[in-house]
């Protein structure tokens, strides 16, 4: 193999299908620490975030802190307004933001240009039917076999459970929010 092929995901490794489901906290940050360990050993690595704008994100700012030599490595891209986007305000624009998003992410995933690819809160675009669940399901089955991604948010599709190599469903045993703790910055966002 020749040193120009030496991280790219066609070449090198499997990779599989991951999904970090459920009502509990965690799925999002699961994903960061995964990223976090893969740039670690030299893997390029991309985050497409869904259903959430923004750049109030403690994760944001850490990013843009990373060493050059990560940042040549790593790419997140924001694929939603300035707000979360729920089942009672999803509007048309929340939909473009996405699809411009998902399609970044599937011509990344089909040209091989990441080891690892996030797509967080995706599992809520496709419940909320922001991004095709066939198209989704297509992308999935013909990835890149060295391409590893994973896919977070409630509600992971049955379809998407079925094809993925890897599911964890976090669920909710005792939350601060039970009490009235608001989200706080550097925990939750």
């Given at each position: 193999m020749d040193s120009k092929n030496l991280h790219n995901p066609c070449f090198n490794k499997i990779g599989?299908?991951?999904?970090?489901?459920?009502?509990?906290?965690?799925k999002t940050t699961a994903s960061l620490g995964l990223a976090l360990r893969a740039l670690g050993r030299g893997w390029k690595v991309?985050?497409?975030?869904?259903?959430?704008?923004?750049?109030?994100?403690?994760?944001?700012h850490s990013?843009?802190?990373?060493?050059?030599?990560i940042k040549n490595r790593f790419?997140?891209?924001?694929?939603?307004?300035?707000r979360i986007v729920y089942k009672n305000n999803v509007n048309d624009d929340d939909k473009t933001e996405i699809q411009k998003g998902w399609?970044?992410?599937?011509?990344?995933?089909?040209?091989?240009?990441?080891?690892?690819v996030i797509l967080d809160e995706a599992n809520i675009a496709l419940d909320l039917g922001l991004i095709d669940l066939d198209d989704m399901l297509e992308t999935l089955k013909n990835k890149p076999k060295g391409v590893e991604i994973v896919l977070t948010g409630r509600n992971a599709n049955e379809k998407v459970i079925e094809l993925a190599h890897l599911v964890s469903e976090i669920k909710p045993v005792k939350h601060?929010?039970?009490?009235?703790?608001e989200a706080r910055e550097g925990v939750e966002y």
């Open positions: 599989y299908i991951q999904v970090y489901t459920g009502d509990g906290k965690g991309l985050i497409v975030m869904f259903t959430k704008g923004g750049s109030d994100y403690g994760e944001i990013f843009s802190n990373l060493s050059d030599d790419k997140v891209i924001n694929a939603g307004l300035t399609e970044f992410a599937k011509n990344a995933i089909k040209n091989c240009e990441y080891e690892l601060y929010w039970d009490i009235g703790v």
